[in-house]
């Protein structure tokens, strides 16, 4: 099989070469850029809490915003790149995404707080389903497993973000910082989107044959194994958006870190999440989708046990590093499956699922810290990352087409 993929590839045009060459190129940008704006807003949650005076709860209910305003616009974002393609739709909600960033160190409430995070999810959720699809087309025509490397691109883009706002988080206030944010996200956006509008989207060069094609979401098996594969993407974006929104409030408050080292827990996550997506595609290659399901849904469970309940800063660091080398691969192929089985629309499927995720993290681990503890709460990411895996091996069949 992977001689017949390589045959296939060879036989591109060089011209449609060229293009396919740059648009990998390009949307990793935008994956990155992704990543860097909103890990560097992650980073300054804890500044904006105490700009709102809003405690552990309230703060839960307003982060629900990101992930409400992202769910809401997904599935309005899929029937938008049907119908003027994928790529100008991941350009206007790059431009959105940078001017959002900046709306949150402007308020003084935790409503207020929410209501602007409604905006600036929309237009993360936008952009994920945008460029998730021209990612899944670019998937099927070259025939290879490389969706994690744009992930990884997401991942890195979380870690220079989150690292940069380790470093200015003594000198400069959130307002400068994320509005230092927005400035970078346009101007990236502008020279990427000009690229990016130029290439038009790819199409598989050959059909594939009527025992693999994926049905086109008119099917009545796609919609269950999209949704199935949705639910693996909500599993898995619980624990992202877990430890993007409170692993820097576990370590400064339950193990007396500094805000500066706080803020570096999520940049080992992201780290390893960028590792782990970074090999994933020979990983999918040598051990097939199930596998590596499998195998990381229970890393993940593992590591997050360990992040959570470790009672040294060390052990904890240690312990967000395994998570998301066990996570790193499952959005991704979630997405990819989804995606291949339905289109745009599969990917707004799975990505409102996913995203699901996130807007039940925030609120059930809010209530859940005052409740119990933020460690305990925690603990909820590793029993649902568990539960991914159980899910993967039970779509095996599906998961290998």
């Known amino acids: ?9 060879h ?7 060229t293009d396919l060459t740059r648009l990998r190129a390009v949307l990793t940008v935008f ?20 700009q709102t005076g809003a405690s552990a709860s309230a703060l839960g209910l307003a982060l629900l915003g990101v992930s409400a305003g992202a769910v809401v616009t997904m599935t309005l974002t899929g029937r938008l790149c049907r119908r003027f393609g994928s790529h100008p739709v991941t350009v ?19 409503l207020a707080l929410g209501a602007v995070l409604l905006v600036f999810g929309s237009a993360y959720g936008g952009i994920n389903v945008a460029f998730n699809s021209a990612a899944v087309d670019l998937v099927r ?53 000009r690229v990016l509008l130029r290439i038009p989207p790819p199409a598989p060069p050959e059909p594939a044959p009527p025992s693999t094609s994926a049905p086109t979401g008119q099917g009545t098996t796609a919609r269950p194994l999209v949704i199935t594969f949705g639910l693996i993407a909500l599993c898995t974006a619980y624990g992202e958006g877990a430890l993007a929104d409170w692993s820097a409030l576990h ?33 999918l290659e040598r051990l097939g989708r199930t596998r590596t399901l499998v195998a990381g849904g229970a890393t993940a469970a ?40 339905a ?11 996913g995203y699901g995720g996130m807007l039940l993290g925030p609120p059930a681990i809010g209530f859940m810290a005052d409740w119990f503890s933020l460690p305990a709460a925690l603990t909820s990411v590793a029993v649902l990352a568990a539960t991914a895996a159980a899910i993967g091996f039970m779509t095996r069949r599906a998961a290998e087409r």
């Open 31 to 50: 994956f990155a850029l992704d990543g860097f704006v909103f890990a560097g807003w992650v980073v300054r949650i804890p500044a904006i809490k105490e």
């Open 141 to 193: 025509t070259l025939r290879r497993p490389i969706m994690p490397s744009f992930h990884a691109a997401f991942s890195l883009g979380g870690m220079v973000g989150a690292g940069l706002g380790a470093l200015v988080a003594g000198a400069l206030s959130p307002t400068e910082h994320l509005l230092g944010l927005t400035a970078i996200g346009l101007l990236v956006t502008f020279f990427a989107g």
């Open 92 to 110: 206007v909600c790059g431009v959105l995404l940078s001017l959002g960033v900046a709306l949150p160190p402007l308020t003084h409430s935790a």
């Open 343 to 353: 289109g745009p629309e599969g990917v707004a499927i799975a990505s409102t699922l």
């Open 251 to 283: 370590l400064e408050h339950d193990l007396n870190a500094s805000a500066g080292v706080a803020a570096v827990g999520y940049s080992c996550f992201a780290l390893a999440m960028t590792i782990g997506r970074l090999t994933g595609t020979r990983l």
């Open 302 to 341: 593992l590591g997050m046990l360990l992040g959570a309940l470790a009672p040294a800063l060390w052990l904890a660091l240690a312990g967000f590093v395994i998570t998301g080398l066990g996570l790193a691969n499952l959005f991704p192929v979630a997405v990819e499956r989804a995606g291949t089985l």
């Open 11 to 17: 036989n591109v045009v060089p011209g449609v070469r």
């Open 1 to 9: 099989m992977p001689e017949i993929n390589k045959a296939r590839q």
